[in-house]
């Protein structure tokens, strides 16, 4: 078994309009709704072996304030640059080139491609991960080829705005 989080990096700042996209760093409510979100993800039982992120300002920064709240080693997040914007397409690539030691992945990155994956995965469960949240399925499979597994099920899905 294989269980895969996408989470969506937290909400990001506008205020200073010529900064590159790819550099643009969390608000005030992406900073407080990531501890939120990570306190979720761990009472939701998800201990990631993996966490990879995009290399956007504001997605690793969602990532690095995940692994702090989580106790996972700083030292050993992943960053791909090729999860900035990814399609659908990349993101399964890149998941499936994962190590198959690890059997809990959790993916940082951005919409359109993480909504798109979730509803490969899932059919009809949302037409939109909102800032920060997250989307976990457990995989029947004995590696990270989305494809070939045998079975995927929602595990669990939430977000800032979600009522408990």
């Not at 059997?103 to 995965?121: K, R």
Request: with cysteine; hydrophobic share 40%.
């Amino acid at each position: 078994m294989k269980t895969l989080t996408l989470l969506r990096h937290a909400k990001s700042s506008w205020t200073r309009p010529g900064l590159a996209d790819h550099d643009r760093p969390l608000n005030e409510r992406g900073e407080r709704d990531t501890p939120l979100m990570a306190r979720r993800l761990t009472d939701a039982g998800i201990r990631p072996s993996l966490i990879l992120s995009s290399t956007a300002t504001r997605a690793l920064s969602t990532a690095r304030i995940l692994a702090r709240e989580i106790g996972y080693p700083a030292e050993f997040l992943q960053r791909d640059a090729g999860l900035y914007l990814a399609s659908r397409q990349s993101l399964i690539d890149v998941i499936s080139e994962q190590d198959n030691g690890f059997n809990s992945i959790v993916i940082v990155g951005h919409n359109p491609g993480l909504t798109e994956l979730a509803d490969f995965l899932v059919p009809g469960i949302t037409d939109n991960i909102p800032t920060c949240g997250f989307f976990c399925v457990s995989l029947d499979a004995d590696d990270w080829n989305l494809r070939a597994a045998r079975s995927i099920e929602l595990y669990r899905y939430d977000f800032p705005k979600n009522a408990e």
